[in-house]
């Protein structure tokens, strides 16, 4: 009986342990640095779970001076704004990257308004969910991102689908964006980099950009509440 509670004991301290190890690892990085999120949260949270694991994806962008900024909410017309889930500032230019947490097989066209999710039930049924075109999207990101940043500034969109769905039939014909599952982020991206020959932006230029975005990522709650808001009722118009 003492033995048994002896092991369970040792159990016990080794998980506490493990997880305060990775909260620890957690709160020195980027993503915590700028959000402020909790460990807890993020990892119970599909959205800002996809973000943080883009970033852990990239974090050796910045061993060579690359930054990331998260949740950047850039101002657009009528006092409004649009979220980008997870910027990236390197040497080879701007990433922005949107995080799609879904399962399922996804069908889509780079010019369709509206893609599909499709959902097995088992014998031979499935159920459909349709969502807004996340190229279309993140093409919104970028365009109001270039009136604070310049319309010259070389920016590439990636979408990035978690592990759990199929990307059943998808199809890209722009050269700058990428659709892809998380397992390919790293390779995919460093293909990108490697194909620019010389470096587009020095650290001192990176650090500049990241100064003027990161005020962007601060906002208050209010906002971010609001921005959601908007969402809604442009979804159900």
């Known amino acids: ?40 949260s993020v990892k119970y949270d599909k959205g800002k779970y996809a973000e943080y694991l883009t970033y852990i994806s990239l974090r050796h962008f910045e061993n060579n001076g690359g930054k990331f900024l998260f949740n950047v909410f850039i101002p657009k ?11 990236l500032i390197c040497s080879k230019g701007l990433f ?6 879904y399962s399922g097989w996804i069908f889509g066209h780079e010019a369709q308004k509206n893609w599909t999710q499709t959902l097995p039930q088992g014998k031979g049924r499935c159920h459909k969910e349709y969502f807004y075109n996340p190229i279309m999207q993140n ?32 199809t890209v014909k722009s050269d700058d964006i990428s659709v892809i599952n ?19 932006y020095t650290e001192i230029e990176i650090n500049d950009i990241y100064k003027k975005l990161y005020p962007y990522t601060q906002f208050d709650y209010e906002i971010k509440e609001q921005h959601i808001e908007n969402i809604r009722k442009k979804f159900h118009s």
């Open 182 to 200: 998380h397992y390919s982020i790293a390779p995919v991206v460093a293909q990108i980099c490697n194909q620019i020959q010389t470096d587009i």
């Open 1 to 40: 009986m003492e033995v048994n509670l002896i092991i369970l004991l040792a159990v016990f301290l080794l998980a506490l342990y493990f997880i305060q190890y990775k909260n620890k690892q957690y709160k020195v990085g980027a993503y915590y640095q700028i959000t402020k999120n909790s460990y807890s």
């Open 96 to 101: 922005v990257f949107e995080c799609k947490n």
């Open 77 to 87: 017309e009528n006092d409004k704004t649009t979220e980008i889930d997870v910027l």
């Open 139 to 170: 093409a919104s990101h970028i365009k109001h991102l270039k009136n604070l940043v310049g319309k010259n500034v070389s920016i590439r969109s990636i979408i990035v689908f978690s592990d759990r769905c199929i990307l059943k039939n998808i």
